[in-house]
């Protein structure tokens, strides 16, 4: 989703730029002429770049959740030093595995500059890769594929939803001033199967659903302290995303929002005030003494939405610094009310 603001100040203009810098690339001002496959790939004249996939496995009885995010941020000034040890541009991967049954959740995080082949990506199609951790679009199929020393994720997956762009036709405000904005769509559903290794054992996951998000922009400064995400596949094949960026004080702002696609393939664009977002159930982490809202209830009135997101586990913690100290949760959740089915909630700053 949004890894916006807390992530985008603190990460893409700290680690190599002032402003004037930032100032070089381009900005999420103007509706695009979008075009696919080739807008999948990367964009490099925008400072900062995600491609993000989360998703419930099935494998038999066993129900596994996963996340696997690529962050591209670029250097451009460090260009001039003409070196291969000093790149245009650094990925950052996060990879989880959220295993139910045995109430473990496997994390980890890469970080590589795009020298000697050891990270990239495509500007033409979906292809990124980082160290073991890859996602490309071959055909008509996405092949995402990780592997970490306990874990090893292999998925082949096709498109089950149409491409829905979030915001104003794919441009979505973050903020009051002209740029604080991303370009940003939405594939709700890719469905397909593969394999998971876990300590050395493998299952066939006979089931994938898995979510996608992209989005690229170039942005300064933040107006928010975090924001809280929600992902969600209902029953009935329809999806819903919405997320709620809080000011200073933990408020909603008039720039939280969301995109409803019912099961026939209709957009429908969420402001603020359509959104009611409630926490219900809190947990502390013993790692970083954080407390995160875990469960909650969303309400949307005009579409007639009253849920419950409940996390599978409640440990789903990224507590990870190898490029800056944010930590974050991020995990599976299942779905309740007047609505059925399975989530990603992603809670940020706090």
């Not at 490309?136 to 082949?156: D, N």
Request: hydrophobic fraction near 35%; glycine fraction near 8%; charged fraction near 20%.
């Amino acid at each position: 989703m949004n890894k916006i603001y807390i992530m985008i100040c603190l990460i893409t203009c700290s680690i190599d730029c002032g402003i004037a810098l930032c100032d070089d690339y381009e900005r999420a001002i103007d509706m695009r002429a979008w075009s696919f496959p080739k807008d999948h790939g990367a964009h490099p004249n925008f400072k900062t770049e995600w491609w993000y996939f989360t998703g419930h496995l099935k494998s038999g009885t066993k129900i596994y959740g996963f996340e696997l995010t690529f962050f591209r941020f670029a250097n451009r000034d460090l260009t001039e030093l003409e070196s291969a040890w000093t790149p245009d541009q650094i990925y950052l991967t996060h990879f989880t595995i959220t295993d139910e049954s045995e109430s473990k959740f496997y994390k980890y995080e890469k970080v590589n500059r795009h020298s000697f082949g050891l990270s990239g990506s495509s500007p033409n199609t979906l292809r990124v890769w980082n160290g073991s951790y890859g996602v490309e679009l071959i055909g008509e199929s996405i092949e995402i594929k990780a592997s970490s020393p306990e874990t090893k994720l292999e998925l082949f997956l096709k498109q089950d939803s149409p491409i829905v762009l979030n915001g104003k036709e794919g441009l979505s405000p973050k903020g009051s001033k002209s740029g604080q904005a991303s370009y940003y769509y939405t594939i709700p559903r890719l469905v397909g199967d593969g394999t998971l290794t876990l300590n050395g054992k493998s299952v066939t996951i006979n089931n994938a659903s898995v979510w996608m998000d992209h989005e690229f922009f170039t942005i300064h400064e933040s107006e928010h302290q975090g924001w809280d995400w929600f992902a969600v596949q209902f029953e009935d094949k329809s999806s819903l995303m919405v997320y709620q960026l809080r000011d200073q004080n933990g408020n909603k702002t008039n720039f939280s929002s969301g995109t409803y696609l019912d099961k026939n393939g209709k957009k429908l664009i969420l402001k603020a005030d359509d959104l009611t977002l409630t926490p219900i159930e809190y947990w502390k982490s013993n790692k970083t003494g954080i407390t995160y809202p875990i469960t909650w209830n969303i309400k949307i009135p005009k579409l007639g939405i009253d849920i419950y997101t409940n996390p599978t586990l409640r440990n789903q913690e990224l507590a990870l610094a190898k490029l800056i100290n944010l930590n974050y949760w991020e995990g599976r959740s299942t779905v309740t009310g007047t609505h059925k089915g399975q989530a990603y909630v992603e809670l940020v700053g706090y």
